[in-house]
Nanobody
Framework: QAQLVESGGGLVQPGGSLRLSCIAS????????MSWYRQAPGKERELVAG????????NYSDSVKGRFTISRDNVKNTVNLQMNSLKPEDTAVYYC???????????WGQGTQVTVSS
């Protein structure tokens, strides 16, 4: 079955860094655009970053632009999110998502908690 397994979340201090990873299996990873979303308590889930199928183009929300970097490895079937200069408002559950828009197929990971606090 299609599966996305996330890791790398945890507790960090403001200004610190974390690297989130998502390992995909059970589907043709290279044909899916990948993205990271996050959801804070009481808020809607929001797009954080996205990357095209071959990794040649990325996009970021205004709130994380310049601080976060999304990347993918189509050999290892992984997508990563490097998060630098973390702020308390980055605290949320982070989810990876796979999209194949042509066929209307979407897969979600289970989420990993990121907490930025002193």
């Amino acid at each position: 079955q299609a599966q996305l397994v996330e890791s790398g979340g945890g507790l960090v201090q403001p200004g610190g860094s974390l690297r989130l990873s998502c390992i995909a299996s059970g589907f043709a990873f290279r044909r899916y655009a990948m993205s990271w979303y996050r959801q804070a308590p009481g808020k809607e889930r929001e797009l954080v970053a996205g990357v095209t199928t071959d990794g040649d183009s990325t996009n970021y929300s205004d709130s994380v632009k310049g601080r976060f970097t999304i990347s993918r490895d189509n050999v290892k079937n992984t997508v990563n999110l490097q998060m630098n200069s973390l702020k308390p408002e980055d605290t949320a559950v982070y989810y990876c998502k796979a999209d194949r828009s042509l066929f209307g197929i979407t897969y979600w990971g289970q989420g990993t908690q990121v907490t930025v606090s002193s």
